[in-house]
């Protein structure tokens, strides 16, 4: 049976519980029924500021202690997150309407990215610098300071891990402002920190609104180092506020990345690839694989082997756990709604699905269309939902400008069993990852960002830590006349 989700949620700061200072509340919805799930305190301004002074007070404590000992209570938080597992995957399908199965693997790569960086934590160091026999040098990586983490709706759990465990890893302390659409896990993770020993405003979270919470957090003075997670224009508004701080920033943001498949790819796992690519979380994910490049050669076979297994698919709610789930929210609903009619317009009936499910919730068919030509909206705009363009192509050359003309720069995917063509493609083309024969490839332990439009900055892997880390020099005079 699933455990029961309470009906009201509040603000966490300072190790407590506490509603708004406005008393003004929201409801979450179900995407799957469209039903509100509970009512979450719509923190604002005063509440960051809250937030903001309790991280600053526990900030010295936090960044001097012992470093093995921080990695014991983040690997703590890990396995306690574990161990909370099916209450936290309940909330996020219900937050967010994704299939069971998949909020499980986001909560475990939430402990995950705990468990890596907890073993990051007394691995951080700085270089010996050799100067003349009159100097020693030496760099030593300090904490930023006040962190903040704002959020995404459609990874909600996995991207709480991806940027506060790096924070908190290497001596920072964090707010954290959840999409105002998805906040449930964030509030339940913060508690959860709290019981296993991560003190009292080291780890805080406010849920609210982005122009409220998040706008008031991103321009904060208090706040050194501001990790956002989001849209290119909310991104270019963050990192706006940012410089004039002159706060440090870094930006993830979206994609609309090429897939290219050739035709001695072994299409079986092409096609399975470019399925998970496209249809999992249903489409809302920022490295989905939205251009499928498919070599002329292959496109009928492919196709048909696509038509194939996406005609088999299940699509209902997240707690029956089908296939895919629905549409985080009405307004994600119109808009893809609205690029299927775009498409439509573009490109021609849809080869595949291009209508919504005659039921309640924010459900849509996985969609395919073919003969898109790279210029159209639905191969440059990101749709941020099952919508998939397929664009043809005749040779390597061809392959590489379609696939690096876009805004974007999130990643890109090939199909291929010639090494030296992915790896040409993979030397070429404008993306942060590159994956070779798999959708997705990559773990918690790999460098994840954007080229051109999608950011900058990268988390994951050892990389984040130089995200969460500022560099001070030491310079020494050590000659005798000294
Ligand atoms: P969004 O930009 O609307 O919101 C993201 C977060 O920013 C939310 O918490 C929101 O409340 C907050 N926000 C909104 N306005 C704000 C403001 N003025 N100041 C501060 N914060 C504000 O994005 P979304 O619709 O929630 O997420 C979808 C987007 O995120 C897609 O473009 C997707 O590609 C991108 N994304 C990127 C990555 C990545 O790692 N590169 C991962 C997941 C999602």
């Known amino acids: 049976m699933a455990p029961s989700i309470a009906s009201t949620y509040d603000l966490f700061i300072d190790g407590e519980t506490v509603p708004a200072e406005s008393g003004e509340r929201f409801e979450t919805v179900d995407p799957a029924t469209e039903r509100p799930i509970a009512t979450v305190a719509r923190g604002d301004a005063p509440d960051v500021d809250s937030a903001v002074a309790a991280a600053d007070a526990a900030l010295d404590d936090w960044r ?22 099916d209450l936290l995957a309940h909330l996020e399908t219900a937050d967010n309407g994704k299939p069971i199965s998949h909020a499980e693997a986001d909560v475990e790569t939430c402990a995950r990215y705990f468990e890596y960086y907890a073993g990051v934590a007394d691995k951080v160091h700085g270089d010996s610098i050799p100067l003349t026999d009159e100097y020693v040098d030496y760099t030593v990586r300090e904490p930023l300071g006040v962190t903040a983490q704002i959020i995404p709706w459609n ?15 290497t001596g920072n302390v964090a707010v954290v402002k959840p999409a105002e659409q998805t906040p449930l896990t964030a509030v339940e993770i913060a508690r959860i920190a709290s019981e296993v020993g991560i003190p009292d405003g080291v780890l805080n979270v406010v849920p609210g ?12 003075p208090d706040v050194d180092g501001v990790s956002f997670t989001g849209s290119v224009p909310t991104g270019i508004e963050v990192g706006k506020t940012a410089v004039e701080n002159v706060t440090n920033v870094h930006l993830e943001l979206g994609g609309k990345s090429p897939n290219v498949v050739y035709p001695d790819a072994d299409i079986e796992s092409a096609v399975e690839s470019t399925m998970t690519g496209i249809f999992a979380n249903a489409g809302q994910v920022c490295s989905a694989g939205s251009r499928l490049l498919l070599h002329e050669a292959i496109s009928d076979e492919f196709l048909d082997e ?41 490109a021609g009936e849809p080869f595949i699905g291009g209508d919504v499910l005659d039921r309640d919730g924010y459900f849509v068919e996985p969609t395919v269309f073919t003969g898109v030509d790279n210029d159209m909206r639905i191969a440059r705009e990101e749709i941020f939902g099952p919508v998939l363009s397929v664009i043809e192509f005749s ?41 070779i024969n798999e959708w997705f ?30 560099v001070k020099n030491v310079c020494a005079n050590i000659s005798p006349e000294t």
Do not use: C, W
């Open 64 to 85: 001097s202690m012992a470093p093995q000992e921080r990695g014991r209570r983040l690997n703590a938080l890990a396995e306690a997150i574990r161990d909370q597992s």
């Open 395 to 435: 040779d390597e050359q061809e392959a590489i400008e379609i696939a690096n003309d876009t805004d974007y720069g999130l990643v890109a995917g090939i199909h291929t069993q010639n090494m030296g063509r992915a790896h040409r493609f993979a030397r070429d083309v404008q993306a942060g990852q590159v994956y």
């Open 209 to 220: 609104f982005g122009g409220e919470a998040g706008a008031r957090l991103s321009a904060h």
């Open 441 to 470: 490839a990559g773990g918690e332990e790999t460098p994840f960002g954007g080229y051109k439009q999608s950011g900058f900055g990268r988390e994951k892997g050892l990389a984040a830590v130089d995200a969460y880390t500022q």
């Open 306 to 346: 696509l038509a194939t297994q996406v005609e088999a698919m299940s699509v209902g709610p997240g707690e029956g756990d089908a296939d895919m789930g629905p549409l985080v929210s009405e307004e994600q609903f119109e808009k893809v709604t609205n690029y299927l009619d775009v498409g439509r317009a573009e």
């Open 155 to 169: 990874l909600p759990t996995n991207i709480f891990g991806r940027s506060v465990a790096p924070a908190l890893a």
